[in-house]
């Protein structure tokens, strides 16, 4: 099922940058992602009232998870700040490979924070993921 969801996530976000690059046309980019940050805002709540999620247990969650939860709220502002400003003035078919880049950032930082695993196909996955990229902006 994680395999599903994965891939809805990626054309979700495929769709997403296309959108963006539309909508951001004559808006400022800070203004683009406040619009977008409360869409996604009340997306999330109201998929946290039709799952059925006890909204009570909020009351349950550790500090440290309320602290690292925070910390990733505002990487994600930060990155979608800098993608819609990259969108703003680039193409999406050149920002877009670069921001993906996150996927190879991500493995290097799962094994040196989180200890994680990296096997060979991992390794040359992320160099291929890296030369594909070059390949696509340059």
Same mark, same amino acid.
């Given at each position: ?31 683009? @992602?406040? &619009?977008?940050?409360?869409? !996604?805002?009340?997306?999330?709540? +109201?998929?946290?009232?039709?799952? /059925?999620?006890? %909204? #009570? ?38 920002? @877009?490979? &670069?921001?993906?880049?996150? !996927?190879?950032?991500?493995?290097? +930082?799962?094994?040196?924070?989180? /200890?994680?695993? %990296? #096997? ?19």
């Amino acid at each position: 099922m994680w395999l599903l969801y994965a891939l809805l996530a990626a054309v979700f976000a495929g769709v997403t940058a296309i959108l963006a690059k539309i909508g951001i046309t004559g808006v400022d980019a800070n203004l683009a @992602v406040a &619009i977008r940050t409360t869409v !996604v805002l009340v997306m999330a709540w +109201l998929m946290v009232f039709v799952t /059925g999620t006890n %909204v #009570s247990s909020i009351s349950e969650i550790t500090t440290r998870s309320w602290v690292f939860l925070v910390l990733s709220g505002v990487a994600t502002g930060a990155s979608w700040f800098f993608f819609f400003r990259a969108l703003q003035v680039g193409d999406v078919s050149r920002v @877009v490979p &670069i921001d993906k880049l996150s !996927v190879v950032i991500t493995i290097v +930082l799962a094994f040196v924070i989180l /200890g994680e695993t %990296v #096997s060979w196909k991992g390794i040359v996955g992320a160099v291929l993921i890296t030369i594909g990229t070059l390949f696509m902006v340059l």
